[in-house]
């Protein structure tokens, strides 16, 4: 099957600039996430839908961070306006259903450098 | 929140030694444990995992072991080998704060390095 697909791979903006991320999860699975890791971290969860639901945004930083999951498939991540603080590897991660012990597949990821 | 704990930061062995990496949780809720590894600019890959009614699950040469009390788990690898060299995350899930939905809290990383 294919896997969870993310674009751009790559994405160089000044500070204060705008960018968009765009995930496409594997065929069928009801719950995305999108996580921020920041180099030489762990993966930190900012939003977590459920089909086009969110169930989770406690650690997505509102002021400049949307998500949105319209139809309950593809997701975009939008950073408005971006701080140098910003820069990491954006991950789309998916899962069949959004309880108990389900494996996150992730997608490749989108590494954004902030100038 | 779940706070997840990782040591060590970094690990050296020599090519068919054992690598143990260690993780502490702090949510007694927690029920379920993978274990990530994630090769130099590569996405993280899940490689096993562990649930809380389980102490201990192997799969060839990784094993996991978990100790609900203490709130400790563990990655064990036997016979290292180079392919094995990589960034290992461990994870623990909890329930979300709607109550309707699990979320994985991450630990810091172990960079691996398995030398010849």
């Known amino acids: 099957e294919a896997g969870v697909a993310q674009s751009p791979r790559y994405k160089i903006i000044e500070k204060r600039q705008s960018v968009a991320f765009w995930c496409n999860p594997i065929?069928?699975?009801?719950?995305l996430y999108w996580y921020q890791q920041i180099l030489g971290q762990g993966p930190k969860l900012l939003i977590q839908f459920q089909n086009n639901g969110v169930v989770d945004d406690s650690q997505l930083p509102k002021d400049r961070f949307s998500a949105e999951r319209l139809k309950g498939v593809d997701s975009t991540l939008k950073i408005q306006p971006a701080k140098l603080e910003d820069s990491a590897v954006y991950l789309c991660a998916s899962s069949l259903v959004s309880t108990g012990d389900n494996e996150q597949f992730f997608g490749p990821g989108t590494r954004l450098t902030v100038l | 929140g779940e706070n997840v704990e990782q040591h060590p930061s970094t690990l050296s062995v020599q090519e068919g030694d054992s690598a143990v990496i260690k993780c502490t949780y702090s949510d007694s809720a927690s029920n379920y444990f993978p274990w990530y590894k994630q090769e130099l600019g590569k996405r993280p890959q899940l490689i096993i995992d562990?649930?809380?009614?389980?102490g201990e699950k192997k799969d060839q040469r990784i094993a996991v072991t978990l100790n609900k009390t203490a709130k400790h788990f563990s990655l064990h690898i036997t016979e290292t080998q180079p392919e094995d060299s990589a960034v290992y995350f461990c994870a623990a899930s909890t329930v979300s704060n709607t109550g309707t939905a699990s979320k994985l809290t991450f630990g810091t990383g172990t960079r691996l390095q398995v030398t010849l």
């Open positions: 065929s069928g699975h009801a719950t």
């Open positions: 562990i649930r809380s009614n389980v």
